[in-house]
């Protein structure tokens, strides 16, 4: 088990107020160390962070922890530590190597190419801006690039774009109400570097899942000026950024990567955890090759009360002092990983992150699963996480892209609808009842992998100019090209394409659970087959704003979309419905097949049987009553469809037809029907309906 101990009152914690705690007299540095004979702190006295002013030897107390004070250690101090201690094949201490301070808030680079620590001016006026408090079931999340949101965006001043202050910009934050999203999840902000085999190859970092600090933001997507002024001014435009979001009603989570550190393998940089205690900082072997679970060349130990401790001070830092709503945990499970690196869902940080209460409201997801032993958890994390639902992705793009190439070569797709319409409806076979359908992070596509047009466009991935031979980035796409291999100007494969990316937007609007959209996707952006763009830090992956007129079409109807789950709390539940009892803000479900009868179980997972109208109704709390029709054909050639009769039903009026090229047809006539009276479906779409 974790060796974890009972906690003690602020006062007893010996792994209190970790880094560095300025007053106006000086400032405090507390740094833990559980194998190190000496551990001192070194001020420097120019801008380059070259010339060391003094150093000061911290004494060792209690809880492995080394403290001492200095005057010296004001804010805007920049400040190193240094250790020595014992060789051997587990330890890395080198008594003249400056070393980050893993709970410093600031970071800045020297001239000899090192990185230094800063004492930061935390003081800002929130003004009385507070955090929305989206509940989950309103939440529509908008995984984005801090940066490339803005890299193209002519709306933007010149000197903004690519910056917080770009995302924080009157036109970028009416981008996103327009569109419909409540939360935008930024791709990794903690200061990051990049691999030194991309910087050999003249590439770089784009992504970010390369940590340097746990603590600062990452300099580089801060504003010119707020760059030169240092670390402080950094800080100030992030949370300048986080402000304005929240007074436009937006919420905005984090994607941290607590899992692995920018030193990579044991030959890596050493720039912070390997120069203090690389014995307990990181999972290794008696011979110092690292226990490696996230395939990024090292793993933290969170079987260590000194490294869960890390994830939680940094994550009531941001949740507090900087006020970000949420967290997107990277490859989660090599937290969840004891002392002999089994994943155990109860492992104490797992239940510590959302039990804490100076947590308390703050969203947790999971990505569940890592490269190690069991590494695949989709589903087993304890109640307050939410997870990224892999199958959720995997059988939507099946259901609109690979069974319908199926379809197209062969004449019958290999899959019926079951498995498309369970996860539909909140993938109750994955997550335990208790935990209800919020616990499902709906997505169709995320920064890794192909944008929901290149889904449509490309049967294989081509990454040749990421330099590593086309070997990186998935072979398993799950994608279906429509017949031809990237661009064309056929008129049949560029509508075939289109109605999939409409199809694939209204799965994803329409499923119980929270669904996520990826930046690019409501206009269809493309990065030509690329599905692994981390280390393209240009056009290929910043959004353009230069969009065709299919482009804005599309763009509407995911507005629409969003718009019509906002208004139908029955497309919204809370928990999971309980068969023959009305179940608090869950849905009642009822599936019937073409014919308006019940669906039976034979055709539940027929191949044949493609077609399904799902009757969704909801058991209020906060909302009116509210029942929706949905219908979903999964078959190229038309079909006809019996409306359903059903108690309590009257009438049912189309609110959506994904067969509509763009938002809707102006002529209104014709949109309303009654049970029993048939309408025609083009194949493969998604009809919507209101119950009254």
């Not at 705690?21 to 702190?41: H, L, N, Q, Y």
């Not at 791709?187 to 190859?201: G, K, N």
Request: aromatic fraction near 8%.
């Amino acid at each position: 088990m974790p060796d974890t101990e009972p906690s003690a009152p602020a006062s007893q914690d010996p792994l209190r107020d970790l880094g560095v705690t300025a007053t106006i007299d000086g400032g405090t540095i507390r740094a833990w160390s559980a194998t190190a004979t000496s551990v001192e702190v070194c001020l420097f006295s120019d801008s380059g962070a070259e010339h060391v002013a003094e150093c000061i030897t911290l004494e060792p107390g209690p809880g492995s922890v080394w403290s001492g004070f200095s005057p010296g250690l004001a804010v805007g101090a920049t400040y190193s530590v240094r250790a020595d201690g014992p060789s051997g094949p587990t330890h890395r201490f080198d008594r003249e190597r400056h070393l980050l301070d893993p709970w410093s808030r600031g970071v800045v680079e020297s001239r000899d190419g090192g990185v230094r620590s800063v004492v930061t001016d935390e003081a800002f006026d929130w003004n009385g801006a507070r955090k929305p408090g989206t509940p989950l079931d309103h939440t529509v999340i908008y995984e984005m690039h801090a940066a490339g949101f803005t890299k193209l965006n002519p709306a933007v001043p010149a000197e903004l774009r690519g910056t917080y202050a770009g995302l924080a910009h009157e036109n970028s934050i009416a981008y996103l109400r327009d569109l419909g999203v409540t939360a935008v999840e930024l791709l990794p902000v903690h200061r990051f570097t990049s691999e030194e085999r991309l910087v050999q190859q003249g590439l770089r970092n784009y992504w970010g899942y390369n940590t340097l600090s746990f603590f600062s933001p990452h300099a580089d997507y801060a504003s010119p000026g707020a760059r030169l002024s240092g670390p402080s001014a950094v800080l100030r435009e992030f949370k300048g950024m986080v402000k304005l979001l929240h007074e436009a009603g937006i919420e905005v989570i984090l994607d941290v990567v607590f899992n692995h550190t920018g030193e990579e393998g044991p030959n890596g940089p050493t720039t912070s955890f390997r120069g203090l205690d690389n014995a307990h900082y990181y999972r290794q072997m008696p011979d110092g090759d690292y226990i490696d679970v996230t395939g990024c060349g090292n793993t933290l130990d969170f079987s260590r009360e000194i490294t869960q401790r890390l994830v939680l001070d940094s994550l009531r830092y941001w949740a507090n002092d900087v006020q970000i709503d949420g967290f997107r945990f990277d490859l989660a499970p090599a937290l969840g990983r004891d002392t002999d690196v089994h994943f155990d869902p109860r492992h104490p940080l797992l239940t510590a992150i959302v039990s804490d209460p100076a947590l308390a409201g703050v969203k947790m997801i999971a990505e569940p699963w890592d490269v190690g032993m069991g590494g695949w958890q989709t589903g087993s994390f304890p109640t307050g996480w939410s997870e990224w639902n892999d199958g959720y992705r995997d059988r939507m793009r099946d259901f609109w892209l690979t069974d319908i190439a199926a379809e197209r070569a062969h004449g019958e797709a290999p899959h019926g609808i079951g498995g498309m319409a369970r996860r539909l409806a909140g993938s109750a076979h994955a997550f335990a009842h208790e935990r209800g359908p919020l616990a499902s992070v709906n997505f169709v596509t995320a920064h890794d992998g192909f944008t929901l047009a290149d889904l449509t466009a490309y049967n294989q991935k081509h990454n040749l100019a990421n330099g590593e031979g086309n070997r990186d980035g998935t072979d398993d796409n799950h994608s279906h090209n429509h017949g031809v291999e990237g661009p064309t100007d056929d008129p049949a494969v560029t509508d075939a394409r289109r109605l999939t990316m409409r199809n694939l937007l209204g799965t994803l609007a329409l499923s119980a659970g929270v669904p996520m959209l990826t930046a690019g996707d409501e206009f269809g952006r493309s990065q030509h087959g690329n599905n692994n763009g981390y280390c393209h830090d240009d056009d290929l992956t910043w959004l353009s704003w230069d969009h065709e007129p299919w482009q804005r079409d599309l763009a509407e109807v995911t507005r629409t979309l969003l718009r019509l789950r906002r208004e139908n709390p029955a497309l919204r539940p809370v928990r999971f419905g309980v068969l023959g009892e009305s179940t608090p803000s869950a849905t009642e479900m009822d599936w019937f097949g073409s014919d308006g009868a019940a669906m039976s179980s034979e055709n539940w997972d027929a191949p044949g049987s493609r077609t399904l109208q799902y009757l969704a109704s909801s058991t209020p709390e906060h909302e009116d009553f509210n029942r929706i029709l949905l219908v979903v054909h999964g078959r190229t050639s038309p079909t006809t469809v019996v409306l359903p009769r059903h108690e309590g039903v009257a009438s049912y009026r189309l609110l959506w037809d994904s067969a509509w090229p763009s938002d809707q047809p102006e002529d209104d006539e014709g949109r309303t029907a009654s049970p029993g009276d048939t309408r025609e479906v083009s194949g493969t779409s998604i009809q919507l309906y209101r119950a009254a």
